[in-house]
Nanobody
Framework: QERPVESGGGPVQPGGSLRLSCVVS????????IGWFRQAPGKEREGVAA???????VYAKSVKGRFTISEVNANNTLYLEMTSLTPEDTAMYYC?????????????????????WGQGTQVTVSS
């Protein structure tokens, strides 16, 4: 597998939307768990949303109902659709993968469960 590569970050106004993409070549056609994590300045990294190869997904409470995670096998890409963004969503967003592992639902948002990480893409929500 190649390292995940994120894109799609940038500045956005409060209430706006953004879609993040992560190319995950070599992961989607095998057993896997893939997730989005974020880290704001001065804060610990936190799990945002994750999905596995059988379609189970989980969201952090802070983004549930606003963010949607999905993966498209045809182009080996993981997406994070983000709506109703607030300044509290400002962070570096990372894509992470756990190849050949179907992580238990209760652990899907734990960053320690993932081995392959992208470089991140910055999201800044500000007026």
């Amino acid at each position: 597998q190649e390292r995940p590569v994120e894109s799609g970050g940038g500045p956005v106004q409060p209430g706006g939307s953004l879609r993040l993409s992560c190319v995950v070549s070599g992961y989607i056609d095998i057993t896997h768990s893939i997730g989005w994590f974020r880290q704001a300045p001065g804060k610990e990294r936190e799990g945002v949303a994750a999905i596995d190869d059988i379609g189970r997904s989980v969201y952090a409470k802070s983004v549930k109902g606003r963010f949607t995670i999905s993966e498209v096998n045809a182009n080996n890409t993981l997406y994070l659709e983000m709506t109703s963004l607030t300044p509290e969503d400002t962070a570096m967003y990372y894509c992470a993968a756990a190849p050949r592992r179907r992580i238990a639902m209760a652990l899907l948002l734990r960053d320690g469960e993932y081995t392959d990480w992208g470089q991140g893409t910055q999201v800044t929500v500000s007026s």
